[in-house]
Each structure stands twice: as C-alpha cells, then as structure tokens.
C-alpha cells in the first residue's frame, strides 16, 4: 500500500489536521496557546503536517522521519524569520537563534513523549481514508 502523503489532503482538510501544538493528553486551551505562541516563530513549519504523518504511522523509522522533517521545516522558519524595520540584522539574529532554540527543543519534545500514545505504530500505514475517520 502507498504510503499517503498531506498533499492527498485538499486545502481545507489541510487546513482543519491536527489538534494543534502539544500531546492529545494536553487541554485544549493549552493545545491552542502554545500554537498561538508558536505561531509567531513558525510561520511555514507544519504541526498538521506532522500530526499527519504521527496519524498514517507506520514503525520506528517512520515516526523518526516525521519528528526530522518536522525539524528541517522549523530550523527553515528560524533562518527565515523577519525582524521588521528597526535593525533588522540584529533583530533577525535574536529572533533566528530564538526560533532555533525553540526548534531543538519541540523536537526534543516530540522525540520524547511522541513515542507514548500519540504516534500510531502499526504494520500497515494507515489509509487516507482512516486517517479521516480517526481525525474528525
């Protein structure tokens, strides 16, 4: 079975994956102030993505490669953040480092408590059809 990607999503499916930064376990409202806050540092890197990924599951590998691209997207954000009008040099610096400090440590975090319950380890990757299902 091919292994479904988030680009078989349409952009509202896309749009609506995922609870958001943090695990099921977390509240809700905790769930939506973190990526409120993350927000603001990560513009591109996708935690729907992500949670996609954790979602069609698969095995140790798989889930190893979901947490290192949800990485590259984060560390690409942190590189290409945009510290305005003031000095940008020195404000795109702090930011930058800031966002890639923030980056090591939701991968940590991911790496971390990923592994109890949130992602779906199974022989077979689940079907886009069953992902769906579960994420509704």
Sequence with gaps: M???SFSDLT???QGNFGNGVGPYWLPASA???ITKTASWFFRSASWRHHDFGYAVGGDRWDRARCDWKFLQA??????TQDGGPIAPAVVWLVLASEAAVLSLLFYLAVRIGGQ????EYRDQYASLEEVLEAYR
Excluded: E, I, T
């Design 74 to 79: 984060m560390l690409r954000d942190a590189v």
């Design 2 to 4: 091919r292994r479904p």
């Design 31 to 33: 769930r939506r102030w």
């Design 116 to 119: 109890f319950g949130s992602f």
């Design 11 to 13: 952009p509202a499916q």
